[in-house]
């Protein structure tokens, strides 16, 4: 299956400094790219879509001057996080997608892991 | 959206067929029934979908009921590895968009 990578894999930060969170798809063009967020023993939630050269479409609730998205490229997609607080920290996924092929299904990244101090 | 309702947690004997159950009665006739597995501190992994007829893949089997409002997945051999959190997922309507439930952990024992 195709593969999704994301950098880093965990990241610390000091609270009040910006964290930035790339997600590449290595072996296809992603026309669409998905961002998730996960605490501990919880389910993945949505936070944004974003599709190529276009402004990401963020769900309710999710701040989209905090949680900056581009996505300038086929095969790159980028979160940061910024001025990030101690309840930022979180398991951060992205998935990416792309129309058109056989099977139309989302793959996933490993996940970055975020601590702020 | 169509909701998924899934059990919170089964076990599952190694070596014996792990049968997960999800309920989606809302689903729309057009929309497609996703499951996905994550294995502890790992991304989601894609497993199988379909909209109507069974499907098998080298990972498991999906039955969906004929009038769709529910679907199994079928692991035949569980092995230790397949412990994981298993979502059903129904896809919104015409968008990529996969909606997350809380879906049921899976664990294989010995």
């Known amino acids: 299956g195709a593969v999704v990578s994301q950098h880093p894999s965990w990241v610390i930060c000091k609270s009040g400094t910006s964290v930035k969170i790339e997600c590449r798809s290595l072996?296809?063009?992603?026309?669409?790219m998905f961002w998730y967020r996960q605490f501990p023993k919880q389910s993945l939630m949505l936070m944004a879509t974003?599709?190529?050269?276009?402004?990401?479409?963020?769900e309710q609730g999710v701040e989209k001057d905090k949680f900056l998205i581009n996505h300038a490229s086929l095969t790159l997609s980028t979160l940061t996080v910024t001025s990030a607080h101690p309840e930022d920290s979180s398991f951060y996924i992205c998935?990416?997608?792309?129309?058109?092929?056989?099977?139309?299904?989302?793959?996933f990244g490993p996940g970055t892991r975020l601590t702020v101090l | 959206d169509a909701k998924t309702t899934q059990p919170t947690s089964m076990d599952c004997a190694e070596g014996r067929a792990a049968n997960l159950p999800c309920n989606h009665s809302?689903?729309?006739?057009?929309?497609?029934v996703y499951w996905y597995r994550q294995i502890h501190s790992q991304g989601p992994q894609y497993i199988i979908h379909?909209?109507?007829n069974n499907e098998t893949n080298e990972m498991a089997s999906l039955i969906i009921t004929e009038d769709r409002k529910s679907s199994t997945l079928i692991l035949p051999h569980a092995t230790l590895r397949d412990t994981a959190v298993y979502y059903c997922?129904?896809?919104?309507?015409?968008?990529?968009?996969?909606?997350f439930g809380t879906g049921t952990r899976l664990q294989v024992f010995p």
């Open positions: 379909g909209l109507k």
């Open positions: 974003s599709n190529e050269g276009s402004k990401a479409t963020y």
């Open positions: 998935s990416a997608s792309h129309t058109g092929l056989a099977i139309d299904e989302q793959f």
């Open positions: 809302t689903i729309s006739g057009n929309e497609y």
């Open positions: 997922i129904v896809r919104v309507g015409d968008t990529d968009k996969l909606i």
């Open positions: 072996d296809f063009q992603a026309t669409t």
